[in-house]
Nanobody, 116 residues
Framework: QVQLVESGGGLVQAGGSLRLSCAAS????????MGWYRQAPGKQREFVAR???????NYADSVKGRFTISRDNIKNTVYLQMNSLKPEDTGVYYC??????????WGQGTQVTVSS
């Protein structure tokens, strides 16, 4: 059974930084495209960033230049380094794992709150 466990969320002032981690188990991590999504109160879940098995990355326009996604295939972990945080970055951040043969799993989410 696939399990994704996020950590690293918290409360930070605007302009600050946080690093989120997502540890995966029960899957061949190195073959999966890993991603981060977020959901603000009253809004739909939205794409933040993704990284392919080969290391190619994509970002939402709203976080380009501020967030960096990376992966460690030895530790089966994906990271999201978030710098220059803004109040509009507040939300629950979810880790996702897309499988080579189709399908997606989600983590339970970690809360990020950016105060102004």
């Amino acid at each position: 059974q696939v399990q994704l466990v996020e950590s690293g969320g918290g409360l930070v002032q605007a302009g600050g930084s946080l690093r989120l981690s997502c540890a995966a188990s029960g899957t061949i991590f190195s073959l999966n495209t890993m991603g981060w999504y977020r959901q603000a109160p009253g809004k739909q879940r939205e794409f933040v960033a993704r990284i392919t098995p080969g290391g190619s990355t994509n970002y939402a326009d709203s976080v380009k230049g501020r967030f960096t996604i990376s992966r460690d295939n030895i530790k089966n972990t994906v990271y999201l380094q978030m710098n220059s945080l803004k109040p509009e970055d507040t939300g629950v951040y979810y880790c996702s794992s897309d499988y080579a043969l189709g399908g997606r799993s989600w983590g339970q989410g970690t809360q990020v709150t950016v105060s102004s």
